[in-house]
T-cell receptor, first 115, second 111 residues
Framework: GAGVSQSPRYKVAKRGQDVALRCDPISGHVSLFWYQQALGQGPEFLTYFQNEAQLDKSGLPSDRFFAERPEGSVSTLKIQRTQQEDSAVYLC?????????????FGEGSRLTVL | GENVEQHPSTLSVQEGDSAVIKCTYSDSASNYFPWYKQELGKGPQLIIDIRSNVGEKKDQRIAVTLNKTAKHFSLHITETQPEDSAVYFCAATSRGSTLTFGKGTMLLVSP
């Protein structure tokens, strides 16, 4: 596709449920990032992949959060035993460069609401 | 790690006026400073960026200035139009670290 595609766009989960969010980056982009954006805040870094390698997961808030990119293309962010504080928009971004100083192309995000 | 402060949090201007958004950063190693625009329900989109080897960059109605000594950078939008209304984020990073965003400025341009 022409841009970064994320699904689902909206997800409502009951507290304690597991959720999986998918990101389809721009074809050929080696770098993939996940960000969490709370209401009225800037995006906050969660994790970074270069191809299939997860090079930085320092932003994942707890061990309930897990991300993978097994074939170096599509990525999935999984949140286990969701809590209300997990409610946010989860943004995926891809980049054609391996440096952190290049343009990020963001998807429209997956809005997660935990009841 | 890097800390980016952005202000104002909201900015209302009349169409045709100029708008200025200011950011400060904490890590003197940061050398890349992008600005992203986010419209409602969309992901952020890069509008302009500046690297530490220049002090100013311009692209039509948008300009960014950087003062490395003071560790602050600013976005200037001239001749604002209603379609400029959005949330603007500044960010800072250096090679090997992650991009850190400010909290955003909601710009409202009234016709």
């Amino acid at each position: 596709g022409a841009g970064v595609s994320q699904s689902p766009r909206y997800k409502v989960a009951k507290r304690g449920q597991d959720v999986a969010l998918r990101c389809d980056p721009i074809s050929g982009h080696v770098s993939l990032f996940w960000y969490q954006q709370a209401l009225g805040q800037g995006p906050e870094f969660l994790t970074y992949f270069q191809n299939e390698a997860q090079l930085d997961k320092s932003g994942l808030p707890s061990d309930r959060f897990f991300a993978e990119r097994p074939e170096g293309s599509v990525s999935t962010l999984k949140i286990q035993r969701t809590q209300q504080e997990d409610s946010a928009v989860y943004l995926c971004a891809s980049s054609s460069t391996t440096a952190n100083t290049g343009e990020l192309f963001f998807g429209e995000g997956s809005r997660l609401t935990v009841l | 790690g890097e800390n980016v402060e952005q202000h104002p949090s909201t900015l209302s201007v009349q169409e045709g006026d100029s708008a200025v958004i200011k950011c400060t950063y904490s890590d003197s190693a940061s050398n890349y400073f992008p600005w992203y625009k986010q419209e409602l329900g969309k992901g952020p989109q890069l509008i302009i960026d500046i690297r530490s080897n220049v002090g100013e960059k311009k692209d039509q109605r948008i300009a960014v200035t950087l003062n490395k000594t003071a560790k602050h950078f600013s976005l200037h939008i001239t001749e604002t139009q209603p379609e400029d209304s959005a949330v603007y984020f500044c960010a800072a990073t250096s090679r090997g670290s992650t991009l850190t965003f400010g909290k955003g400025t909601m710009l409202l341009v009234s016709p």
